[in-house]
């Protein structure tokens, strides 16, 4: 055969193996990704990884107070108020080191994982913007030295029980499933269910 002739076929040939090694090369690649990137094991791995997330938080201000109560005469002689001006955060998410292999099912590109239940993870004063507004005494009272220190406690459940009233559960369940939704999609799952139960907080009256 004429050595020209033959030029386009070896030229063809060249580029057909050319063609297959590619593709074979990504196909396998994409198959060792997907089996790693798939697996329970990877799943639960990231999970713990994380250990827990804050999904939401909540900034709340409150004015408390507390102290003696009593008849005028004994407030006069005797009494010791505080009205105190409580600035403080709520922050809700999800405790991740719960999760287990039952709480994973895969199916292919399929994955549901069911979370533990949102809870608040930490209340916190701020003490730069939390103050003591007023504060009375009577005559015959030195005042109690822990009586601050009494309304701050209560100054940080009320906090809390307003940020539950507030919905900060349902914002951290909602804000989880948009983020762990983007964390799994990026380890190749298509189809994505997170199950989220429901939670209520123990709100004190």
């Known amino acids: 055969m004429n050595v020209r002739k033959a030029a386009p076929y070896v030229l063809i040939a060249f580029l057909l193996i050319a063609l297959t090694l590619i593709l074979w090369m990504v196909f396998f690649r994409n198959r060792i990704n997907t089996n790693i990137n798939l697996s329970r094991s990877a799943v639960i791995k990231e999970m713990q990884s994380l250990q827990r997330i804050e999904t939401a938080s909540f900034t709340v201000e409150k004015i408390i107070d507390g102290g003696t109560s009593g008849n005028a005469l004994k407030e006069f002689l005797f009494g010791d108020k505080i009205l105190l001006i409580a600035h403080g955060q ?24 069911t979370l ?8 916190t004063l701020d003490n730069t913007q939390t103050r003591v507004y007023d504060r009375t005494r009577g005559i015959l009272n030195p005042g109690d030295v822990n009586l601050e220190s009494t309304l701050r406690e209560a100054a940080q459940k009320s906090i809390e029980d307003a940020s539950c009233q507030g919905g900060i559960l349902t914002q951290a369940s909602d804000n989880a499933r948009k983020q762990l939704t983007s964390l799994l999609s990026a380890l190749g799952f298509i189809e994505i269910s997170i199950q989220i139960p429901n939670a209520t907080c123990v709100v004190n009256n």
Do not use: C, R, Y
């Open 90 to 113: 709520s922050i809700a998410g999800f405790d991740l080191s719960q999760i287990s292999e039952k709480d994973i099912k895969i199916v292919k590109q399929s994955i549901t994982l």
């Open 116 to 123: 533990p239940k949102p809870q608040i993870l930490v209340t």
